[in-house]
């Protein structure tokens, strides 16, 4: 099965923006989706099929992909955006779904 | 309210079998895949398995492969995970999760607040 690897941590000013990154093959054809968790909460979808926000998601989350890599951008960070965000994808292998280890955002 | 609410977790020795269930409201339930995803104490998400609107296309992770069930009731609206042969190593928060489409694809929205499962003797 694919793997997604995302850097375990990324910092930000307050206000600047950042970008979070995944890689993995199976992002050649398939897009990703973004999740966002907060301490002792569920994951919350902030992103898919590359660059689609939920109602009620900012805009100031959005997403790309060029080749193996999809990226999840901030822009004009937020003290309420720190937390960990993950990437997931369709595997190439079938039905099935791959997440990438996180990364934690922490908003400086 | 689009909603799911997990139950069944608990306690259980290594090797013995627990049944998770979800129960989804809020939207049409058979017009959407679902899944079950899970997290380990200070651990990242890890896709369990998926399932189809009609139960003809499932997909498991390789590590419950053989040993973990998924089904559904479209009836009752609801989602099962059938767990046997528990090993420590499946002790996490399990999250049911409703998908965007009707076949598994990646777009989770919304997820539950999770049922926990500790397996130790």
């Known amino acids: 099965s694919s793997e997604l690897t995302q850097d375990p941590a990324v910092s930000v000013a307050l206000g600047q923006t950042v970008r979070i990154t995944c890689q993995g093959d199976?992002?050649?054809?398939?897009?990703a989706s973004w999740y966002q968790q907060k301490p002792g909460q569920a994951p919350v979808l902030v992103i898919y099929?590359?660059?689609n926000r939920p109602s009620g998601i900012p805009d100031r989350f959005s997403g790309s992909s060029s080749g193996n890599t999809a990226s999840l951008t901030i822009t004009g960070a937020q003290a309420e955006d720190e937390a960990d965000y993950y990437c997931n994808s369709r595997d190439t292998s079938g039905d099935h779904v791959v997440f990438g280890g996180g990364t934690k955002l922490t908003v400086l | 309210e689009v909603q799911v609410v997990e139950s069944g977790g608990g306690l259980v020795q290594p090797g013995r079998s627990l049944r998770l269930s979800c129960v989804a409201s809020?939207?049409?339930?058979?017009?959407?895949?679902m899944h079950w995803v899970r997290q380990a104490p200070g651990q990242g998400l890890e896709w369990v398995s998926g399932?189809?609107?009609?139960?003809?296309?499932?997909g498991y992770a390789d590590s419950v492969k053989g040993r973990f069930t998924i089904s559904r009731d479209n009836t009752k609206n609801s989602l099962y995970l059938q767990m046997n042969s528990l090993r420590p190593e499946d002790a996490a928060l399990y999250y049911c999760?409703?998908?965007?489409?009707?076949?598994?694809?990646?777009?989770?929205?919304?997820w539950g607040q999770g049922t926990l499962v500790t397996v130790s003797s």
């Open positions: 399932i189809s609107w009609n139960s003809g296309s499932i």
């Open positions: 099929d590359k660059n």
């Open positions: 199976s992002l050649r054809s398939y897009y």
């Open positions: 999760a409703k998908d965007g489409g009707r076949y598994i694809s990646s777009r989770f929205d919304p």
């Open positions: 809020g939207f049409t339930f058979d017009d959407f895949a």
